[in-house]
Nanobody
């Protein structure tokens, strides 16, 4: 299973960005899909995740500002980030916690990371 993320960039505080991630590799089904982020000098933290049929879970710092969604038919997950703050700056990683593919079941897949920079 491979994850390809896109959509990071530079944005001013108060602005919006949309991240997208596509999973590929003979996928049959995916359990949780989500996003984590890692700010400079900090540990990786959960931003949001969503199950095969929902619901979504959000980190406390992004509730009411970010929205996660997924398209099960396309094996994609998206993160709409609004009202961005400088503290949202970091590398955002797409994650799949468990996936069934033609190779069997696998766990804990990560995308390559996409940088989000929010300027003040």
């Amino acid at each position: 299973v491979r994850l390809q993320a896109s959509g990071g960039g530079l944005v001013q505080a108060g602005g919006s960005l949309r991240l997208a991630c596509e999973a590929s590799g003979g996928i049959i089904s995916i359990d949780l899909m989500g996003w984590y982020r890692q700010a400079p000098g900090k540990q990786r933290e959960l931003v949001a995740n969503i199950g095969l049929r929902g619901p979504a879970t959000y980190g406390d710092s992004v509730k009411d500002r970010f929205t996660i969604s997924r398209d099960n038919a396309r094996n994609t997950v998206a993160l709409l980030m609004t009202s961005l703050k400088p503290e949202d700056t970091g590398v955002y990683y797409c994650n799949v916690d468990r996936a069934w593919s033609d190779a069997g079941v696998g766990y804990d897949y990560w995308g390559q990371g996409t940088l989000v920079t929010v300027s003040s």
